[in-house]
């Protein structure tokens, strides 16, 4: 027996369980997206839904297909953070939907369910359009009020920061603003920041990236150290000194705060902030200076 499928009530019902599906994601994971980015993610859930209505494809294709739609319906909702925050999103995202996918057959189990039909790892279950917004409005609830009960992830404001070290431009480097972060230069009284050396390898000049390498395998600045200060800082493994050397021209853009600082003392760590989505932290002293 055929089932017919209307394709206008496919596509809007698919379209209202990504965009509930993708805020839910982002409530638990702390990076709500905005609401252009939304809808695209959406419209993008709903369109990848046509592939019931396509001819029966080999099953690693069918895989490679849902995989695909999937990170594609993340990518297009929510903003590029890194690897490990889109993979973060995209399994919460798999996660409710799978958690959807149980409510529906439980309140099948119930009575009301009708015929089921699958082609190409989609499944579409002949059941009033209401009942399954309801499924997924019960779903939207329930991250709501985890949310509410244990908190949201928190959310990181990322800044733009641009530099100049020496005569080499540094640019668009991802910065968070963290209240915690209270380093100073005690020898310029220029406001300071953090900035991770293996995120910036690449972008300093060839001098001073040989001479920060040094400094971390041998514990000694060599000869010249081409402007290169030692800064006394504490962090999560104990009070230590850090090389850090002064910035001009720069420029810091984000929500928020746009301004510019003539210069600036650049710290440097031997390894990455966190999970590597930013490569520098900046407190109230550089915020508030712009």
């Known amino acids: ?58 099953f690693g294709l069918q895989l490679a297909y849902q995989a695909a739609s999937a990170l594609a319906v993340v990518r297009a909702a929510f903003c590029w953070r890194g690897a490990r ?10 996660c409710l ?22 082609n190409n790892l989609s499944v579409y279950a002949g059941i009033s359009p209401s009942l399954l917004a309801g499924c997924v ?4 609830l329930l991250t709501r009020l985890l949310a509410l009960i244990f908190g949201r992830a928190p959310a990181r404001t ?9 005569q080499r431009p540094v640019r668009g480097l991802r910065a968070l603003y963290d209240t915690g972060f209270e380093v ?19 972008k300093l000049p060839p001098g001073l990236e040989s001479d920060l390498e040094e400094y971390f395998s041998r514990g000694e600045l ?25 910035a001009s021209g720069l420029e810091l853009s984000g929500p928020g705060r746009k301004g510019t600082l003539p210069r600036a003392t ?11 989505n930013f490569e520098a932290i900046f407190g109230g002293g550089l915020f508030f200076a712009l």
């Open 266 to 276: 650049v710290i440097f760590c031997p390894e990455k902030l966190a999970d590597g």
């Open 158 to 166: 990322l800044y733009r920061l641009d530099l100049r070290l020496g």
């Open 97 to 118: 939907n799978l958690l959807l996918a149980g409510a529906v057959v439980w309140r099948c189990s119930q009575g009301t369910g009708g015929i089921w039909q699958t």
């Open 1 to 58: 027996m055929k089932t017919v499928i209307y394709l206008d009530t496919l596509l809007l019902v698919n379209f209202l369980i990504g965009y509930l599906l993708l805020r839910g994601a982002g409530l638990l994971t702390g990076c709500t997206p905005a609401f252009g980015r939304n809808l695209l993610g959406a419209l993008a859930a709903s369109a990848s839904t046509l592939v019931l209505l396509a001819p029966p494809l080999p």
């Open 184 to 202: 100073s230069d005690p020898y310029t009284g220029a406001p300071a920041l953090l900035a991770a050396l293996p995120a910036l390898k690449q």
């Open 222 to 246: 060599p000869a010249g150290g081409a402007g290169i200060r030692l800064i006394q800082c504490a962090t999560a493994a104990g009070r230590g000194l850090l090389p850090a050397v002064t």
């Open 137 to 140: 409005a019960g779903v939207y």
């Open 85 to 94: 925050p889109f993979f973060r999103q995209a399994a919460w995202y798999l």
